[in-house]
């Protein structure tokens, strides 16, 4: 056989290994799918939203689990955007290049692919331990913010990186300052990339489980975090509480630990229907941030 | 004929890193006219027109010595408001570089950012400035368009009438035809020569036929060496050193 028939060989016969890969990573990741939902979508319904936990599975529901994933997001973001954002850009935009501005970056790179159960840890130590927060809402968004922090720095630097030199330079040239010209040109050029990274930011957060199990995050929550605005009939009538962040809380993915751990059957039927809410939740955020992507893409 | 003087280069050498682009430069910049700085590649035209409002601060391994004064005010002294500068010294680039924001914005940023806010007056500048870059009655039904939809020699156009919004005696072209089609690189050098009347303009380029055509006075560099500099035609017509005359015709370059 000559060598260029050879050659043609391992080419389809490349083609088709790469066929099965691709296709077994579909299938395997399709079956899952389809498995979860059989198992828990006759849990789904208002029910299940509205009700907490409880010791029997068909009268359980996520209802302290979605609030609490809603107030650990927030937290979450208070902290980790304009963290994030602004070290971004001042390690982008304003920092000079030398052997300490290495270092940081590197590090940083490094930080983004730490184990996130290395973070709960971490705010085990310093948030609960030092600081005295308690298994409460602040410490957790505290510690998926610190979590989240490095792909948002990166991130926003790749977008401002992707805005060309000669929008800036149109702008010096015009006679603005440099925060005119990041202000008003860098920031709008970058800002749908930026969103990009940070709602893909988000999306792991939320499914993060490890750092918050570290922290001792309860898993059987029948209340609410205080709720940051009530209505009352005495003046003011409106009561304005930051209470919640230091309240307790559960989110999805413990709950739904939790629910697998259990030995009942109905208990899983639970679980399921949790991924399944899990699911569409990262779903649709990184569908959002793919739109986003797909319309930031190079407008000059 | 003596002209007035509005750029004077004295000593101008320039380095990126340790490579040195400009080697020594002196020359005087004549108010109202056109001044050609022409020459082949990597000749440091277009880092000598980058001195001129400082672009070149931009890059973190550059570094000037030698005086360039303008107006008499040494524009590397260190008490230099460098963003009053560039008001007085516009620039338009190489390739047409608008916002990605609308055709009206475009012109309007300049004046918005010292802190103008007045409706009517923007308006007002965002019309005049439009019509000195000839540009106004191709787009005034569609202000509030993206720059970025228009044809490559407008958005050349609403990068000069950018650059006019915000009133500058100077103008720097970087090489800003070098993305244009024929026609659209013809309708720039008219606005060019138009503009001189009340403007100091200087062209970076490498095309001696349009230095030729649009230029009263032209400097011709080499390797980071000013040749020679004089009134184009006679540059064109009886250049006094040989590399000069070889570059002309074509002989290099």
């Known amino acids: 056989m000559s060598s260029r028939k050879l050659d043609k060989k391992v080419d389809s016969a490349f083609k088709f290994v790469g066929l099965a890969a691709t296709l077994f990573g579909l299938v395997v990741l399709a079956a899952l799918v389809v498995d979860v939902v059989s198992d828990g979508y006759h849990r789904l319904g208002w029910d299940f939203f509205t009700s907490f936990p409880s010791r029997k599975p068909e009268q359980a529901g996520i209802f302290s689990a979605w609030v609490g994933t809603i107030w650990i997001m927030i937290t979450t973001a208070i902290f980790a955007i304009p963290l994030g954002i602004g070290s971004g850009i001042y390690m982008e935009e304003y920092a000079k290049r030398n052997r300490w501005t290495d270092f940081i970056e590197i590090n940083i790179a490094n930080l983004a692919g730490v184990p996130s159960v290395i973070y709960g840890i971490l705010g085990l130590g310093v948030f609960i331990r030092l600081m005295h927060l308690d298994r409460s809402v602040l410490a957790g968004g505290l510690i998926l913010a610190l979590l989240i922090l490095p792909v948002i720095i990166l991130s926003t630097r790749e977008a401002l990186r992707s805005v060309p030199s000669s929008i800036r330079e149109a ?105 399944i809410v899990l699911l569409t939740i990262t779903l649709a955020m990184n569908a959002a941030a793919i739109y986003l992507r797909y319309k930031n893409q190079k407008r000059w | 004929m003596k002209q007035d003087v509005v750029i004077q280069i004295q000593g101008a050498n320039s380095f990126y890193g340790k490579k040195q682009i400009l080697k020594d430069v002196t020359l005087d910049i004549p108010a109202q006219t056109v001044t050609a700085l022409m020459g082949p590649s990597g000749c440091g035209k277009s880092t000598l027109i980058r001195c001129f409002n400082r672009m070149n601060d931009l890059i973190s391994n550059f570094r000037f010595e030698g005086k360039i004064l303008y107006k008499g005010v040494d524009l590397y002294a260190k008490d230099v408001d460098i963003t009053d500068l560039r008001r007085e010294i516009g620039m338009v680039f190489q390739k047409p570089n608008p916002f990605p924001k609308s055709i009206y914005e475009n012109v309007a940023y300049g004046v918005r950012i010292q802190g103008i806010t007045d409706r009517e007056f923007i308006d007002g500048v965002v019309e005049e400035s439009l019509k000195k870059a000839a540009l106004w009655e191709e787009v005034k039904d569609r202000l509030h368009e993206s720059a970025l939809s228009l044809s490559g020699g407008q958005q050349q156009r609403i990068c000069i009438a950018r650059a006019l919004a915000v009133k500058p005696h100077v103008i720097l072209f970087d090489e800003p035809c070098s993305a244009l089609d024929p026609i659209a690189t013809a309708k720039i050098e008219e606005l060019i020569t138009e503009l001189k009347r009340n403007y100091t303009i200087i062209v970076v380029t490498h095309n001696t036929a349009q230095a030729a055509r649009v230029s009263d006075f032209t400097a011709f560099l080499y390797l980071g060496d000013l040749i020679e500099f004089g009134p184009t035609a006679r540059i064109f017509t009886v250049p006094q050193d040989k590399r000069t005359e070889e570059y002309l015709t074509g002989k290099f370059g």
């Not at chain 1, 008003?184 to 050029?189: G, N, T």
């Not at chain 1, 499914?207 to 209340?223: K, N, Q, R, V």
């Not at chain 1, 009561?239 to 259990?262: A, C, E, K, M, Y």
Request: net charge positive; aromatic share 12%; proline share 9%.
């Open chain 1, 171 to 275: 702008s010096y040239a015009l006679g603005a300052t440099k925060w005119q010209t990041i202000r008003h040109q860098v920031l709008p050029a970058g800002f749908g990339n930026i969103l990009t990274g940070v709602i893909l930011a988000m999306s792991r957060a939320i499914g993060e489980t490890a750092p918050l199990i570290t922290i001792g995050a309860l898993t059987y929550i029948p209340f609410l975090p205080t709720n940051p605005v009530a209505f009352n009939k005495e003046i003011p009538y409106i009561h304005v509480s930051l209470q919640g962040f230091f309240d307790p809380f559960t989110v999805l993915p413990i709950q739904i630990f939790n629910w697998v751990s259990r030995p009942q059957k109905g208990f899983l039927a639970d679980a399921a229907a949790g991924i």
